[in-house]
């Protein structure tokens, strides 16, 4: 009791002040801090109460009581499933810091000034000497996704931390980790244990786990020769993992079977140290979950780092980052969500550790587009004096910074979950809006002031190359935008039409501009230099850049292919859905009968993140009310969905990304698959999961007319 | 009537509206038996587990946003807690915060019945421009009633609650203000009740 201080006099004193039903509290008290609030003997949210249901073994527990083989094999294999269960949406009390271990090595640690690694101790027999190194090692790592996690990923969303003001080994070395780990390898081989080889495998893969994270330091040699020797470095690192991941899952019989010490895991963390969270119990995903979570783990970063040695250019980077990242990331764990977002961007914003940065990145989307060979972006081609150069510089120069921040938010989408990422998409909208609109004003400016600007064609149309490259970039994220919101559910029966229709309208808008602006620029500055290298001396770098810009060409043109393969399916799905409210299988309006609000205001709302977006104009509903045709056949939807199935085999015959190609084969089955809806289903309109995440199953029968 | 003590009230302050044998009433901020009452029937009937600090920030705040329901035996049935801030200063915002019927009672209208009578005091006294609530994307129960009225999905939130399930935020536009990013609108000053 000499721990503790009477506060009776001073609580009833304060309490005295409470009058009239109303609420005394700091104005630093908010709703948020209200829901962590103590309600002193409610057992759903007082953590004091715990000691109450604690065993006597649990309230007397010691770290330091010498350990068995079996106790040592048994808590290592409790510590890993602790982990994995961290990471499956649970926190650090209620998971990894219920082990009295953990939290005796951490707490240690947090709370002295001494904080080299040969102070921990958790008693001195052998075991639990190996037990120590175990528990460092573990504690490291999560110190490490700790700090992974409050740099990439969303506290609450992709990792619960709840660290209790603990410091997870911060200042702790990583190689002195894996060394101390080496050691207690050491001290098994020399100890008299019966399964010595089953104990090294958990200790080997702790060292692996710890060195997980060295990829977002590793330097990969973007778009050129892979550096193998790195290469096979960290997949021998990743191969190790998964063979003791192996050899782990092979004896789950043995690791199950072994004991724990009484008491050393239990809920006392959560009433010993302070705590702003309610009660919870221990939470443990089991053994086979947590095993094939940690697999995935290591699988996954061998996929991943191995794609990344082999990106040649940067469109298979873009394919990369789209196929491979953005639409896999619901299958990624959260520790490789965490470490790829590193990865990929380095706070030198050099991009996978190379020596290519965010601003090569930049130049390089925009020229690969259509930016390349143009008068604005090549200021030798100007003809101003020092002051006007200076001047037009300083102005391109900040619209280049105030894009390059643009294309990093767009690297941020990728790794995140897919909830995010269309949050962070509704962001960007507005940072590429203005971005094309500063570009305009810029490109008109120079072209007005200094006849700095090229030509569209032959007429006097200014292709204004930045700008269009802008809007192909928001055309895009708009697309997405919706998109997504198909595969998170965001849309009702009664709206699915206005959604598809209004992509619709934009793939055809991207198509367009993509075709009558990117395309046909690339092709006048291929005819300029064309005619130019007859009269000209150097007539081999103007064959360079013909060539550089035909292949630019040839790459847009092969993104516009699998765009109007996706707009043709789109169109398909509005004519399906159009001609299902004809046959009366959907009823659209009587779906919002008994609405307080109207379907004009949700279709508002709905759209409303395009509200501010003046290119290209928003879609009304009065638009949107008269789109429906009221002649449309089975036989019209049946035909443009074989269409738009063609379209897309023919375009899948020059994929070469196994992702992208996995995804163009899912959009053909969904085409199979609502031609065969079309012929016969149930007699109610349903919409459920397809083979694409953007394209549900739609099911309904017509009517029998009889 | 459950171990936490009885559902019984016989204060007749702010009734609104009788439908059959059903009565609707608006909270009575003094007194402390319904206060009892709707904190005991929220936690025996929600999953999330709120401190006492919870409901008298909403109960004392925003008494006017919340309803009960009673049967004829004078048993509270149904309660609403509401609430109306401003969001990120250009928005009114009404908030339905938590809806419990009890089980016996469900299907019945009457969480219908207490979503609409909050909706229209929120309109009425406070003018609200939208109204928002969140609910577990697995809870077709509470879908199906707001979507039935016409609040819309407009986020995905990941793992948003306890039970690590996603939750959709649903909105239901009631001023032209609801249709413009909060980047255009101009900023307003904040609501008498909050």
């Known amino acids: 009791m000499n721990d503790y201080v009477d506060i009776t006099e001073d609580f009833f004193s304060s309490i005295s002040q409470i009058s009239n039903n109303r609420v005394v509290k700091s104005p630093f008290f908010d709703l948020l801090e209200g829901t962590r609030a103590i309600e002193i003997n409610n057992p759903r949210l007082d953590?004091?109460?715990?000691?109450?249901?604690?065993?006597?073994?649990?309230?007397?527990?010691?770290?330091?009581?010498?350990?068995?083989?079996?106790?040592?094999?048994?808590?290592?294999?409790?510590l890993f499933k602790l982990l994995m269960s961290w990471f499956s949406s649970s926190s650090l009390p209620l998971t990894v810091l219920s082990c009295r271990y953990v939290e005796d090595i951490v707490h240690g640690y947090t709370m002295s000034l001494d904080r080299g690694i040969e102070t921990f101790s958790l008693g001195d027999g052998v075991y639990n000497r190996v037990l120590k190194s175990f528990v460092v090692g573990l504690s490291k790592f999560i110190g490490i996704m700790i700090t992974v996690g409050n740099t990439v990923l969303y506290e609450d969303e992709d990792i619960t931390t709840r660290n209790m003001e603990l410091d997870f080994l911060t200042d702790i070395m990583v190689d002195d980790v894996l060394n101390d780990l080496e050691s207690a390898i050491g001290l098994v081989k020399r100890s008299a244990a019966q399964h010595k080889e089953h104990i090294i495998k958990q200790l080997m893969l702790l060292q692996d786990l710890n060195s997980l994270p060295i990829l977002s330091n590793l330097q990969i040699n973007l778009f050129g020769v892979p550096d193998l020797r790195q290469l096979q470095s960290f997949q021998d690192i990743l191969n190790r993992g998964i063979e003791c991941l192996k050899f782990i899952a092979d004896h789950k019989q043995f690791y199950e079977t072994q004991e724990l010490p009484v008491g050393s895991v239990s809920k006392w963390v959560q009433a010993s140290l302070g705590n702003r969270h309610i009660p919870g119990d221990v939470y443990d995903i089991g053994f086979d979950e947590t095993f094939k979570q940690m697999t995935n783990v290591f699988e996954q970063l061998k996929q991943i780092f191995r794609k990344t040695n082999y990106i040649k250019d940067i469109e298979a980077l873009d394919l990369f980052l789209k196929y491979d990242i953005q639409h896999m990331v619901n299958e990624y764990h959260v520790i490789n969500k965490g470490i790829f977002q590193l990865f990929l961007i380095r706070e030198d914003q050099s991009i996978l550790g190379s020596v290519y940065h965010l601003s090569d990145l930049t130049l390089d989307l925009m020229n690969h587009v259509n930016v390349f060979n143009c008068n604005v972006s090549n200021p030798k081609t100007w003809n101003l004096n020092n002051a006007d150069t200076e001047l037009v510089m300083d102005a391109l120069s900040q619209l280049l910074k105030d894009l390059e921040a643009g294309v990093y938010q767009n690297l941020t989408v990728y790794a995140n979950n897919r909830c995010r990422q269309r949050q962070l998409i509704n962001k960007n909208l507005l940072v590429w809006d203005s971005l094309q609109v500063q570009s305009e004003n810029f490109e008109m400016e120079i072209y007005n002031n200094y006849k700095i600007g090229d030509k569209l064609?032959?007429?006097?149309?200014?292709?204004?190359?930045?700008?269009?490259?802008?809007?192909?970039?928001?055309?895009?994220?708009?697309?997405?935008?919706?998109?997504?919101?198909?595969?998170?559910?965001?849309?009702?029966?009664?709206?699915?039409?206005?959604?598809?229709w209004y992509i619709n309208y934009l793939t055809k808008v991207y198509i367009n501009h993509s075709t009558e602006r990117l395309l046909k620029f690339n092709k006048y500055k291929i005819s300029k230099i064309v005619a130019k290298k007859k009269k000209s001396k150097n007539k081999q770098e103007l064959e360079q850049k013909r060539e550089k810009l035909t292949k630019i060409n040839e790459a847009l043109q092969h993104k516009i292919d699998y765009w109007k393969g996706f707009q043709r399916l789109i169109n398909s799905v509005c004519l399906l859905l159009n001609y299902l409210q004809n046959q009366k299988m959907?009823?659209?309006?009587?779906?919002?009968?008994?609405?307080?609000?109207?379907?004009?205001?949700?279709?508002?709302?709905?759209?409303?993140?395009?509200?501010?977006?003046?290119?290209?104009s928003q879609l009304t509903f009065a638009q949107y009310s008269s789109s429906f045709a009221s002649d449309v056949s089975q036989d019209e939807v049946i035909n443009s969905l074989n269409m738009a199935k063609e379209a897309l085999v023919e375009y899948n015959k020059s994929v070469t990304n196994d992702n992208e190609k996995q995804w163009i084969s899912s959009l053909v089955k969904t085409c199979f698959s609502y031609i065969l809806e079309l012929k016969g289903g149930k007699n109610v309109f349903e919409v459920s999961p397809g083979y694409n995440t953007y394209f549900p199953k739609f099911t309904a029968k017509l009517p029998v007319i009889e | 009537m459950d171990s936490s003590g009885s559902f019984k009230d016989t204060d007749d302050y702010g009734l609104v509206a009788t439908v059959g044998n059903l009565r609707y009433q608006r909270f009575n901020p003094a007194s402390q038996n319904q206060f009892r009452i709707i904190s005991n029937l929220i936690a025996d009937h929600l999953s999330e587990p709120y401190s006492i600090y919870v409901y008298w920030y909403f109960l004392n705040t925003w008494p006017q946003y919340c309803y009960i329901t009673k049967d004829s035996a004078d048993t509270v049935v149904g309660v609403i807690i509401s609430k109306i801030n401003l969001h990120r200063n250009v928005r009114t915002r009404g908030y339905i915060g938590m809806l419990v019927i009890d089980p016996i009672y469900r299907k019945k209208g009457i969480a219908k019945k207490l979503v609409q009578l909050t909706i229209d005091a929120m309109i009425e006294a406070d003018h609200v421009d939208e109204i928002s609530l969140e609910t577990e994307v697995i809870n077709k129960g509470a879908l199906r009633l707001y979507e039935s009225l016409g609040f819309m999905r407009v986020k995905r939130l990941y793992k948003y609650y306890l039970s690590t399930h996603d939750a959709f935020r649903l909105i239901l536009p009631v001023s032209d203000r609801a249709f413009k990013r909060i980047a255009f609108l101009d900023q307003l000053p904040e609501p008498v009740s909050t």
């Open chain 1, 47 to 78: 953590t004091g109460l715990i000691p109450n249901e604690l065993s006597a073994a649990e309230l007397n527990f010691e770290c330091s009581k010498p350990i068995s083989e079996s106790e040592l094999s048994g808590l290592m294999n409790k």
């Open chain 1, 457 to 500: 064609s032959d007429t006097d149309e200014n292709a204004l190359p930045i700008s269009s490259f802008i809007y192909s970039t928001k055309l895009e994220l708009m697309i997405e935008f919706l998109l997504i919101g198909i595969e998170l559910e965001l849309y009702r029966e009664f709206e699915i039409y206005s959604i598809y």
């Open chain 1, 586 to 616: 959907i009823k659209f309006d009587d779906l919002t009968a008994n609405f307080i609000t109207s379907f004009e205001s949700l279709f508002r709302l709905r759209f409303k993140p395009f509200e501010s977006i003046g290119v290209p």
